[in-house]
DNA sequence: CAGTATCGTGCAACCGGTTGCCAGTCAACT
DNA sequence: AGTTGACTGGCAACCGGTTGCACGATACTG
């Protein structure tokens, strides 16, 4: 019984029904301190009778600071970020905070775009696996607090998964097993978790002693993934590392088309563990961290948004490999034909 | 060079430099046509080099109407969702609007806080899947006009995915199949969904002389699918079919932790389609709409921010049954001895 | 007991737009 | 020539809050 129905109370009518002025009201709510108790408590016992709520917009024209956070995927179906986006969303309702969600669709235009949009109506923008350029970034970054996740540019706030030390991991594990050559699945070529893990995964394989091919998907999806088994296989490579669990998912796909069995003939890693022990063979893939990464973003958020100062934060998280089953020794009797039809000829990417 | 680079340009910096007042660029913006187009032209060069955009904020406070909706699901990590949070998004960006998303993780009080907490600032909301009690909806909806997605409260904006037609054809297949008892893997028994699936298979089942068992699961998810192998089997049924697919995916793995083979010994059909052919073996599912779904429920209520009148819509798509992998005929011979460690007692659920 | 902090509250301006109403201009119509 | 009406554009109030400043009352100082 919140009594009024249609409209919703104003400061001014609980200003008037409580014999006070309208800055008392306002002050009731947000430095009660100043006020007597008996004040307070009469005021806040009207508004309540008339089931007043301030109305965020008023305050955030007043204040120039709204309770409404951003937050920019380049995809909101891929599964990577529906746990981020849940967490974000989450821990950003416990300070109170409304948060605008916005998918990029993997195109800088369009993240401009949404930034553009949004930055008027929010404290902060949480920028997740931006495609857009350094400067760019930093010009938004100008205009209202700004935190990036997997994306790492100098002397701004960043959270960052690093994958090195999974990936590292992954490569010692497959060198352990026997494998000589291995094969990485890329990512979009824009993204920084595609460098960072390439990058790893090249030095963790010199260190082993590990040749590496490369065979560039031009999505991370599924289909990308199933897609490219044709070219994966064409390498000579006894396994591959993928850029993320879609693509890994859909190389197994590939694969079974393929009749290749995993892990007998072939060794698949995944990376992010998005997929959990979902696939068959379940995926071993290197874990991920996204629930804590979107925590820490929104808190870094909250502080930026305190503390005026810009900062410059360089917040790392670990992974690890976690083991399932796709991986396993190689099977040089089984590797030397590829299998396939062998009148097909194997498409270079273009 | 948007110029300016610190602070956003005003309205009233526009009207200075101009030499008009500020009413006019206002007006030069919402309704050219009440100016002179030299007026207009001008007003407008001015604005574009000032790098001048109207403050949404102030927009919404003076005219009462921000170009905001609110999206509502119950579990954005459920992988049904995060298509039709895109799909919605996308459709939103077409007619200008932000979307606030929340997550009120399946509970009702939740979900009413978060209503609660964006109606103030979005013009009207979308409430996917809602847990909430009817009178709780129709209170929200007297505020803001709202849309209700697979949710079906009389005289309001609906648009509903009809299961039934999909559900009927999986048993239609089933009992061509040759099988006779079926169980029902149920969702969140708050959820419309939930009850229009059981009831359409209840009722598909009798025309078709099956019997038809029931499990209740917790919740829609792998693991609670993975759980309830054991009293799925205990059923005696030859076929399950789930509330959706993420529970058929994770009985799949219940399953294939038991030992049986699907579908050669049990067969398995999901609903949503959301795994696309993605698990092992590729889950006969029950085709989902969500994509339109999501685009009918944002014109919807585009159409009722438009027309201010709340009329009584009900949009209803239909689904129709994908056949992949985890279907086909009953074995007699292997379903007497129901495999597992004959000690271990099937627990009743509570 | 005058002088000065301190406290509690009100006044009024301000945030950045929108909009009803009014006035001036000019052409068209009796 | 006087009236009417369309067309432009300005004035000022308003949306619902916040906040710097002032003012009266009370408490504290010497």
Redesign the interface.
């Known amino acids: 019984m919140t009594g009024s129905?249609?409209r919703?109370a104003t400061i001014s009518q609980v200003a008037e029904e409580a014999n006070v002025a309208r800055s008392t009201v306002s002050r009731a709510f947000t430095q009660p301190e100043r006020l007597s108790d008996e004040t307070v408590k009469h005021v806040l016992e009207v508004a309540n009778r008339l089931g007043y709520?301030p109305?965020?917009?008023?305050q955030?024209?007043s204040t120039g600071q709204?309770k409404?956070i951003a937050?920019i995927v380049p995809?909101?179906?891929n599964?990577f970020?529906?746990?981020l986006?849940?967490a974000a969303?989450?821990k950003a309702e416990e300070y109170?905070y409304?948060?605008?969600?916005?998918?990029s669709?993997e195109q800088p235009e369009r993240e401009n775009q949404?930034v553009?949009?949004?930055t008027?109506?929010v404290a902060g923008l949480i920028l997740v696996s931006s495609r857009l350029s350094e400067a760019q970034v930093r010009e938004h970054a100008?205009?209202r607090p700004l935190v990036l996740v997997n994306q790492d540019f100098p002397e701004m706030l960043r959270v960052l998964i690093n994958s090195g030390a999974g990936v590292a991991q992954a490569v010692e594990h497959l060198a352990e097993l026997g494998h000589r050559h291995i094969v990485y699945l890329s990512g979009p070529a824009t993204s920084w978790a595609n460098r960072q893990r390439r990058t790893a995964l090249r030095q963790a394989a010199k260190h082993h002693g590990i040749e590496v091919s490369a065979v560039a998907a031009h999505k991370p999806t599924?289909e990308a993934g199933r897609g490219s088994a044709h070219q994966i296989l064409a390498t000579g490579a006894t396994a591959a590392f993928a850029f993320d669990d879609l693509l890994a998912?859909g190389l197994l796909?590939g694969l079974a088309d393929a009749g290749i069995s995993v892990p007998r003939q072939f060794s698949v890693i995944g990376c992010d563990d998005v997929l959990?022990?979902?696939?068959?063979p379940p995926l071993t893939t290197v874990s991920n961290r996204c629930v804590e990464v979107a925590e820490i973003a929104v808190s870094l958020l909250m502080d930026a948004l305190r503390t005026r100062a810009a900062s410059d934060v360089r917040h790392v998280l670990d992974t690890h490999l976690v083991i399932r089953g796709t991986t396993a020794a190689p099977n040089p009797a089984l590797h030397r034909r590829p299998a396939g039809r062998e009148g097909q000829v194997v498409q270079r990417s273009n």
Chains 1, 2 share one sequence.
């Open positions: 129905g249609r919703r709520t109305n965020p917009v008023a955030a024209l709204s409404n937050l995809d909101v179906a599964p970020f529906p746990p986006i849940q969303q989450r109170d409304c948060v605008f969600l916005g998918d669709d949404l553009e949009r949004f008027h109506q100008r205009r599924h998912q796909a959990g022990a979902t696939t068959y």
